[in-house]
């Protein structure tokens, strides 16, 4: 495989960023600050990590115009090193990121009533559906799944082994990762006088707008009559599901093993930690941050919460410190009741 490499003066054009030191320095790759070499960038996000730009032995490091330099030393400053160095790290992957398989590979299951467009590429053994619509330089990977009337916009990257079920509609730039599964039959039974269940029938479609990203074995169940709908910019971690008619706003992030339950519905640039859960019809206000393992059990409005059932988390704190001293409190309640008996024993 053929590296990429650059001078930091070529790096230092394209970034459009001021360089620091000798600008025929070779650099071929990018890793953390304590583990980069003389031919690797890395970057300074935190200043707890001084210490360890000085030990660096990378061989140009970003850094903000904050940050004072060592002599003997190569920089590349500028007002968001993490962002410079993202862009490094751009540079560089597509090298290794190169397959076999390009274009329309043989195997591949295209019906003839599908659109595809310039520059779209599909791998081995996918399948794609009638009346099929991909925009061009999309990429769908091998063994992936889509189905009859699905729309997918341009420039997207399906990977491989997802599924998009019938007539979903996805927007621009739309990644999913591995096992991704749009479109699946939401949770919906009716039971009958004798116990059994019967399925519900999802008429409805998943529509993904442009620029989210979907992690892997992530699944996102169709609506019932509507749609259920992510909105633009959101970025959706591993193992996450979301129900029937959930309607998540844009520019979300929700972490990984999180469970939203049909009908939620959450406002723009809301964060889940992991295993949040959400219950059914509840709204989320824009703004709002909910932590790690949290359960939102009614419609909440912009802020931080935190527990299960989720509560403003200055509400939550103050109870787990109370919580932490439940041993304290049981002793002093146990020496309080053995006073009060020693007193009414001393008025009989």
Known sequence: MQVKSFTLAELADQLRVELIGNPLHVISGANAIDKATSVEASFLAN????????????????????TPTDSGKNYFVCDDPSRVFQQIIELFISSQMQTAFTGIHPT??????????AGVSVGPYAVIDAHVRIGDRTRIDAHTFIGAHVEIGQDGHIYPSCVVRERCCIGHRVILQSGAIIGSCGFGYTTDKTGCHHKLEQLGIVVIEDDVEIGANT?????????TIIRRGTKIDNLVQIAHNVEIGAYNLIAAQTGIAGS????????MGG????LGHVEIDDMTMIATRSGVSK???????????AIPVNEFNRQEVHVRRLEGYVERIKQLE????????ADE
Do not use: N, W
Not at 338 to 345: D, N
């Open 47 to 66: 200043p707890r990590y001084r210490e360890a730009m000085k030990e660096s032995a990378a061989g140009v490091i970003c850094i903000d115009r904050q």
């Open 108 to 117: 591949a299951m295209i019906d003839p009533s599908a659109i595809l467009g």
């Open 219 to 227: 699944t996102i169940d169709r609506s019932r009559f509507d749609m």
């Open 264 to 271: 939620a519905k959450t406002g723009h640039h809301v964060m």
């Open 275 to 278: 295993q949040a859960g959400v």
């Open 299 to 309: 419609s909440i409005k912009s802020g931080k919460y935190r527990g299960s059932p």
């Open 338 to 345: 053995k006073k009060i008996a020693e007193l009414e024993k």
